[in-house]
Structure formats: structure tokens, C-alpha cells
């Protein structure tokens, strides 16, 4: 079974930046963000192939918001900069197996507990 540990999150200003990590003990998988706000659904956020190569980030975060990897830690990371009392939510990461290019569409088969991350204006 393929654990998925989140971590990084805490209570922050606007503007401030903040990194989230995603551990997991599948090194090669394609790895993915999502955020789910209070009374929301759940949110894409930004995707990453399992080498690295390719990144998929929502429109609504482009900019502000990117993705990145570090196999040999088998680590995933979520640099948020700017952040936006909007962007308070749990960030869950994700990982597939079945696919080396993933996206928002994707069917995930692993997930975290999620980090919460509070912005406070």
C-alpha cells in the first residue's frame, strides 16, 4: 500500500508564501495537489509527472502558485506565494500508478490526510 503524508501547512498572513510537501513511498508515480475550501468542493490544483517533466497548474493559481519534485526524497512540493485569505483549505496530495501524465480528471488511487492551510487578511 502506497502511503501519501502531506505536511507544510499552518496559519498564515496574505501575502505571505508558504511550501507544503507531499511524502510518499512510491518514487515514479505522477503526483497531484488538490484544496478543499469550508463549504466547498474539492479543487485542482497542480499536477506533476512522475519525472518532473511536466506540470499541470490551474488557471485560477497559475502565477502564484507551482509545483515541483525531488525523486531522490521521493517528495513533492507546492510552493505558494501571495497567498490570498481564498486560498484557506485542506490540501490534499494524490498519486497514480496507472498514468506518468496526470491532470485534474485524473483517478487518483492514493491519497493523504490533507494539511490545512488558514489565510488570514
Known amino acids: 500500500q502506497v502511503q501519501v503524508v502531506e505536511s507544510g501547512g499552518g496559519s498564515v498572513q496574505a501575502g505571505d508564501s508558504l511550501r507544503l510537501s507531499c511524502q510518499s513511498s512510491a518514487r515514479t508515480y505522477a503526483m497531484a495537489w488538490f484544496r478543499q475550501a469550508p463549504g466547498k468542493e474539492r479543487e485542482f490544483v497542480a499536477a506533476?509527472?512522475?519525472?518532473?517533466?511536466?506540470?499541470n497548474v490551474a488557471d485560477s493559481v497559475k502565477g502564484r502558485i507551482t509545483i515541483s519534485r525531488d525523486n531522490a526524497r521521493n517528495t513533492v512540493y507546492l510552493q505558494m506565494n501571495a497567498l490570498d485569505p481564498d486560498d484557506t483549505a485542506v490540501y490534499y496530495c494524490a498519486a497514480t500508478s496507472k498514468y506518468v501524465i496526470s491532470g485534474p480528471r485524473t483517478p487518483y488511487e492514493y491519497w493523504g490526510q490533507g494539511t490545512r492551510v488558514t489565510v488570514s487578511s
Open positions: 506533476i509527472s512522475s519525472t518532473g517533466g511536466t506540470t
